[in-house]
């Protein structure tokens, strides 16, 4: 069973959302010979306040 761990800043719509775990099962499926009820997948959305780079929250970018 794979399992499949997506983190990206908050703020896509619902409708993005089922687009991509459709989209991503479909590859999971098609590469790896599963079938897509085995297929899980973990969004993880990250506000922009915690989340920095190069020492610099993206917030304040």
């Keep these: 069973m794979p399992v499949v761990q997506v ?3 908050a703020g896509r ?3 993005q959302k089922r687009a991509m ?3 991503v099962t479909e590859v999971f499926v098609k590469t790896i010979n ?3 009820e085995d297929v899980k997948i973990i969004i993880r959305e ?3 306040e915690n989340l920095a780079e ?3 929250l993206f ?3």
């Design 54 to 56: 190069g020492g610099t």
């Design 46 to 48: 990250l506000s922009r």
């Design 21 to 23: 775990v459709k989209d």
């Design 13 to 15: 719509t619902l409708e």
């Design 34 to 36: 599963c079938k897509a």
């Design 7 to 9: 983190e990206m800043f």
């Design 59 to 61: 917030i304040d970018k």
